[in-house]
C-alpha cells in the first residue's frame, strides 16, 4: 500500500505540474470506486485545478469554484495510482477506475489525462467529489490521528496504549501516514522491538521514536525528489532497508535479519539492535508444528 512518503511525492508531482489547469471532462469507469453521486462528476467540467495535496495517505485535488469549492478525495488502498499521462486511456483498458481529462495548454500535443489506475481484481481503490466544506468531515479524514510526519508531537502520550509499537503505528486514528512497509524501517531506526508495547515506552524511547519517524519519512522524501519525476511509475524506488530484506545482513551492526510471518503482512527486524538478541516467534513455523 502506498503509504505516507508515496502519497506525498505524489501529490507534490501532481500539485507542481496541475496547479492552474482547466478540466474538460471526468469520469468513472470503475464503478465501484465513485463512493459519491452528488456532485456528479459531470460538474468538473470548465472547472480549474486548485492543487493537489496529501493528509494521512489520501490524495486531495481541490477544484477551484466561486460558487461552490468542491475537492475530490482519492484513497489508493493497496493496489492503486494516482498518475498523469499525455495520452488518453484506451478502450482496452481495464485498469482506470477515475479519468480526468485536462485540457491542453498551448504547446501541448493533446489534452492531458489525470487518471487513477489499481492492477489486481479487488478494485478497492475508492473517489469521492465532495463539498469542499464537507470534506474534513468525511470519515476518511474524520478519524485520522496527527501526521506522522513532518512533526509527529510527543509520541509518549499519543502513543500510551498496551498494544505493539507494530500495530499502533499503523492505526491511522493513532498517527497518520505510516504502514506496514515505513514502521519497520522506523522502528530498525529506533532501535526499538515492534512487540514492545506503547504503554512501556520511556521518554528517551519516545524521543527516540520520534526522531525515527521524521529522519525515516523525511529522507524517504528527499530520496523521491531525486529519482521520481512525470510521468509518476507504477512502482516507485523505494530506499528500504530491512523490509523485504529477511535473511540479509542488518546495514548497521551485520547481524541476519529476521521476519515474522503473517497472513496478509510480514514483520521485519534485526534481533541484536531490537529484541536483544532474541529471535521472534514466526507463525508460519508455528502453523506446522500444530
Same mark, same amino acid.
Given at each position: 500500500?502506498?503509504?505516507?512518503?508515496?502519497?506525498?511525492?505524489?501529490?507534490?508531482?501532481?500539485?507542481?505540474?496541475? #496547479?492552474?489547469?482547466?478540466?474538460?471532462?471526468?469520469?468513472?469507469?470503475?464503478?465501484?470506486?465513485?463512493?459519491?453521486?452528488?456532485?456528479?462528476?459531470?460538474?468538473?467540467?470548465?472547472? #480549474?485545478?486548485?492543487?493537489?495535496? %496529501?493528509?494521512?495517505?489520501?490524495?486531495?485535488?481541490?477544484?477551484?469554484?466561486?460558487?461552490?469549492?468542491?475537492?475530490?478525495?482519492?484513497?489508493?488502498?493497496?493496489?492503486? /495510482?494516482?498518475?498523469?499521462?499525455?495520452?488518453?486511456?484506451?478502450?482496452?483498458?481495464?485498469?482506470? /477506475?477515475?479519468?480526468?481529462?485536462?485540457?491542453?495548454?498551448?504547446?501541448?500535443?493533446?489534452?492531458?489525462?489525470?487518471?487513477?489506475?489499481?492492477?489486481?481484481?479487488?478494485?478497492?481503490?475508492?473517489?469521492?467529489?465532495?463539498?469542499?466544506?464537507?470534506?474534513?468531515?468525511?470519515?476518511?479524514?474524520?478519524?485520522?490521528?496527527?501526521?506522522?510526519?513532518?512533526?509527529?508531537?510527543?509520541?509518549?502520550?499519543?502513543?500510551?496504549?498496551? /498494544?505493539?509499537?507494530?500495530?499502533?503505528?499503523?492505526?491511522?486514528? #493513532?498517527?497518520?501516514?505510516?504502514?506496514?512497509?515505513?514502521?519497520?524501517?522506523?522502528?530498525?531506526?529506533?532501535?526499538?522491538?515492534?512487540?514492545?508495547?506503547?504503554?512501556?515506552?520511556?521518554?528517551?524511547?519516545?524521543?527516540?521514536? %520520534?526522531?525515527?519517524?521524521?529522519?525515516?519519512?523525511?529522507?524517504?522524501?528527499?530520496?523521491?525528489?531525486?529519482?521520481?519525476?512525470?510521468?509518476?511509475?507504477?512502482?516507485?524506488?523505494?530506499?528500504? /532497508?530491512?523490509?523485504?530484506?529477511?535473511?540479509?545482513?542488518?546495514?548497521?551492526?551485520?547481524?541476519?535479519?529476521?521476519?515474522?510471518?503473517?497472513?496478509?503482512?510480514?514483520?521485519?527486524?534485526?534481533?541484536?539492535?531490537?529484541?536483544?538478541?532474541?529471535?521472534?516467534?514466526?507463525?508460519?513455523?508455528?502453523?506446522?508444528?500444530?
Amino acid at each position: 500500500m502506498p503509504e505516507l512518503p508515496e502519497v506525498e511525492i505524489t501529490a507534490r508531482l501532481l500539485d507542481r505540474a496541475l #496547479t492552474g489547469r482547466r478540466i474538460q471532462s471526468a469520469l468513472a469507469p470503475g464503478i465501484n470506486a465513485l463512493k459519491t453521486f452528488d456532485p456528479p462528476l459531470s460538474v468538473l467540467a470548465g472547472h #480549474t485545478i486548485a492543487g493537489v495535496r %496529501r493528509q494521512g495517505k489520501n490524495l486531495i485535488v481541490e477544484i477551484d469554484d466561486a460558487e461552490r469549492p468542491l475537492a475530490l478525495l482519492i484513497h489508493l488502498m493497496s493496489a492503486g /495510482r494516482l498518475q498523469l499521462f499525455d495520452k488518453l486511456a484506451g478502450p482496452r483498458d481495464r485498469t482506470s /477506475r477515475l479519468l480526468v481529462r485536462i485540457e491542453p495548454d498551448e504547446g501541448d500535443p493533446g489534452p492531458l489525462e489525470l487518471r487513477l489506475r489499481e492492477f489486481g481484481s479487488k478494485q478497492a481503490a475508492w473517489v469521492k467529489l465532495l463539498d469542499a466544506s464537507a470534506l474534513h468531515d468525511d470519515e476518511a479524514l474524520a478519524k485520522l490521528g496527527p501526521e506522522a510526519w513532518p512533526e509527529p508531537g510527543s509520541l509518549k502520550e499519543l502513543l500510551d496504549a498496551p /498494544r505493539p509499537l507494530h500495530t499502533l503505528l499503523r492505526d491511522q486514528r #493513532t498517527i497518520a501516514g505510516i504502514g506496514r512497509s515505513w514502521v519497520d524501517e522506523i522502528l530498525w531506526e529506533a532501535r526499538l522491538s515492534p512487540y514492545k508495547r506503547g504503554s512501556d515506552l520511556d521518554e528517551e524511547e519516545a524521543e527516540r521514536l %520520534r526522531g525515527a519517524i521524521v529522519a525515516t519519512l523525511g529522507s524517504a522524501l528527499d530520496h523521491y525528489e531525486q529519482v521520481v519525476s512525470l510521468p509518476i511509475p507504477d512502482k516507485l524506488p523505494m530506499p528500504l /532497508r530491512i523490509h523485504r530484506h529477511e535473511g540479509e545482513p542488518c546495514p548497521r551492526c551485520g547481524d541476519t535479519l529476521r521476519a515474522v510471518h503473517f497472513e496478509d503482512y510480514v514483520i521485519a527486524y534485526c534481533p541484536t539492535d531490537q529484541t536483544e538478541g532474541r529471535v521472534l516467534k514466526d507463525r508460519r513455523l508455528s502453523r506446522l508444528l500444530k
